[in-house]
């Protein structure tokens, strides 16, 4: 069963957020009548494009909890920047002093939230991790909602791949018939990779540069690998350069798009950005400077334009997919996160058992598919009544 959810809603949703509650009522056991207060506190690494579509999805979760026996809260609370680390880390201490029910946090590195983390969990609040699946040693996490950073980048170098010459939905090699919602995740692409011989891998050509996030940092060097490791695979796709880090961020992103355009006024094909907001960026600086290649003009090898292909999904992006104005992105579900970071929040405030983990398959979004995503992406319904009924917290 699925629900489709209206654009007018979400931004009705987002608009709904909650003050800082007093959490020091005397517990009673919750009778079948009462709403069941609830406390999610909600720790992105900024609020800014993915993360703001995140909290949007949060949000509108606890709405739909809401009127359905629940009344949950959700308090977000983000770093002024995604590379302030000890922001973060004091935003979690802060959220264990509320007494929060539950943490939900995207880390913005893994290690230096890790202590944090620890002490949440020793105060008796569960932790939800959404942004990846990679276990956290020594943390117990309740659940993980994500996707793998690795495979992620994956997806988005067959992508490339796809759209210089190789089999697939873009491009000008050879095409194949999808169904209507099909996923294009990683074990799709692996299985038309496999049909090439050594030879025909060779033929696939393109000249390419990179932009990524945090320099050395987890994600970023996670979805570099995974970006290396599939073209590996085919010699004739270079990669011009050292990488760029634009820190997930646009402006700095931009700034990295400037300098590979001005270092390269020809013969590169395509720029791979390994966020959102970087690849947003770099189509602004191709499209300004009459670089851009868009779909219509189709897959040109050694001129002076410029593809983008870039990793997240936002409603945003989608608009600029949908006009042809980015090639690829690859899906990390940011919808998904909040819908069912609610939702497992909520059940393990209730004591119910949540899967350990919740994979999002990254897969490719493209001209074609885009609107599947957004506006109205489709979730799967919540059964709040059931959850309500089955719920064991005291207020």
């Known amino acids: 069963m699925f629900k489709t959810l209206a654009k007018a809603s979400l931004f009705a949703a987002a608009a709904t957020v909650a003050l800082w509650p007093a959490l020091n009522a005397a517990p009673a056991v919750a009778q079948e009548g009462d709403n069941i207060d609830i406390t999610i506190g909600w720790v992105p690494p900024d609020i800014t494009g993915v993360f703001k579509t995140a ?46 029910d539950l943490i939900a946090v995207s880390p913005a590195e893994v290690a230096t939230v890790k202590p944090a983390l620890v002490r949440a969990t020793e105060a008796g609040i569960p932790v939800i991790i959404v942004n990846l699946l990679e276990p956290i040693d020594g943390v117990n996490v309740s659940s993980y909602i994500g996707f793998d950073n690795t495979q992620g980048a994956e997806v988005s170098a067959y992508s490339v791949v796809d ?31 496999a049909k090439l011989s050594d030879e025909d891998k060779a033929k696939i050509k393109a000249r390419g540069a990179i932009i990524e996030g945090v320099a050395g940092g987890f994600y970023s060097t996670a979805r570099l690998n995974g970006f290396r490791k599939v073209l590996e695979q085919f010699p004739g796709i270079e990669i011009v350069g050292g990488t760029c880090a634009g820190d997930w961020n646009r402006e700095k992103g931009t700034r990295c798009a400037e300098d590979i355009l001005q270092a390269n006024p020809e013969n590169l094909d395509f720029i791979w950005a390994a966020s959102n907001e970087m690849g947003l ?47 690829a992105e690859t899906t990390h579900g940011f919808a998904d996160w909040g819908w069912f970071g609610t939702k497992f929040a909520v059940e393990l405030a209730c004591g119910l058992d949540v899967p350990k983990t919740f994979d999002i398959r990254p897969r490719t979004v493209y001209e074609a598919n885009a609107r599947n995503f957004y506006p109205e992406p489709k979730l799967e319904a919540i059964d709040w009544k059931t959850i309500r009924t089955n719920c064991k917290k005291a207020n």
């Open 281 to 327: 960026g770099a189509m602004l600086v191709a499209g300004s400077s009459g670089r851009l290649e868009t779909v219509q003009d189709g897959a040109n090898i050694g001129d002076k334009k410029v593809a983008v292909f870039t990793n997240d999904v936002t409603p945003e992006s989608v608009d600029r997919i949908a006009e042809g104005k980015m090639i």
């Open 55 to 100: 909290t949007n999805f949060f949000e509108l979760a606890a709405a739909d909890a809401n009127k359905n026996g629940f009344n949950v809260t959700v308090l977000t609370k983000s770093p002024t920047s995604p590379t302030a680390f000890a922001e973060q880390v004091s935003i979690i201490e802060d959220m264990i002093q509320r007494k929060v």
């Open 163 to 193: 759209y210089f010459g190789g089999p697939g939905v873009l491009g000008a090699g050879d095409k194949v018939t999808v169904e209507p919602g099909a996923y294009l995740d990683l074990k799709f692409w692996q299985d038309l990779a």
